[in-house]
C-alpha cells in the first residue's frame, strides 16, 4: 500500500474516533444535567444538607411549616335556580373563578336532592350537584389536557363561552415552568411513561403509570425534551409547598351536608369551621376574628 493512503486512511480513523469520543462527551453530559437537575428538584420532603456555623457547629433546621387549606362548601341545588343550560355554566363558571381569584384549595359540592344518590334525578338528568362537579373540574383544568381527560358531554355545551381562570398552573406553550400538569400517555413502559405536558414534545418520567392519569410533573431548569432527560412525577401540594405558588383547588363531592365534614380528605379532619346563614347575626368585617388553623372550611349554610 502506498505509504501516503495509509498515512490518509490513518488519519481519517483517527478523525472519526475523535468525533465518535466527542458524541459520548456532549450525550454524558446531557444525561449529567438533567440528573443534577432532577436531584435537585428532587423528593419534596428530602431534608436539605445542614449548615455548619464558623465555630464548627451545626445550625438547627427549623420545621417545615406547612401553609394552611381553605375550603369551600356549596350547594349544589344554586344550580337549579338557573333558567337555562348556559346560565346554569355561567353561574358555575362564576364559583370557578371567585375560587381561583382568592385561592381556595378545595370546593366541596354537597347534594341536598333525597333522589341524587347516584348523581342524577328521576328524569335521568344530572343533579344541580353533579353538574357543578363536572364544570368545576373542566375549568381548574389546564387548556391542554382537557381533550384527553374529559369526553364530549352535553352539559359542557356553553363551556367555551367562558373566560379562562388564567390559573398559575396553567402554563401556556411557549412558557417555562418548574411544574407542569400533564396527562400520561399509552407506549412502551420499559424506561418510564410519556406525559402529555403541553409542551412541543412529550417529556419521559421514571414511573411507570396507567394511560389517561393526570399528574403533576416536576420539570426543573433543564430545558432538554428529549427520553434522554428523564423526568419524576411529584404530588400535586410539591409546587405550592416548593414554589408557594397556588395550583389550582381539588373539588369534592358529598351526597348530604354531614357528608362534606365527614369524609374530609385531612387526616385532622377540618379544625376550623365558619357557618353562615341568612338566619344569623351580622357582623362587620373589622369585629371578625380568626384563630391559626391548618384545615379550614366555609360553609354557607352552617348552622345560625
Known sequence: MNPAN???????????????QKRKKRKDAIEDDCSAATAE?????EKKKQKQRKDGGEWEEKPKRLKPTVSIAVAGSIIDNAQSLELATMLAGQIARAATVFCIDEVVIFDSTPTSENGGTSDGEESGARFLVRILEYLETPQYLR????PMHKNLKFVGLLPPLDAPHHVRKHE???????????GDRSKGTLVDVGLSKNVLVE???????????AMGTNRDLTTACVRKVVPPSTPREEMGSYWGYKVRYASSLSGVFKNSPYKEEYDHIIGTSEHGQIINSSELTLRSFRYAICDPHGPP
Not at 381533550?147 to 374529559?150: A, E, P, V
Open 207 to 217: 414511573q411507570i403509570l396507567e394511560p389517561g392519569k393526570r399528574v403533576t410533573v
Open 6 to 20: 495509509s498515512e490518509a486512511a490513518a488519519a481519517e480513523k483517527a478523525r472519526h474516533k475523535d468525533k465518535k
Open 41 to 45: 428538584e428532587g423528593a419534596p420532603h
Open 176 to 186: 417555562w415552568s418548574e411544574f407542569r400538569e400533564g396527562v400520561t400517555l399509552e
Open 147 to 150: 381533550r384527553r381527560l374529559f
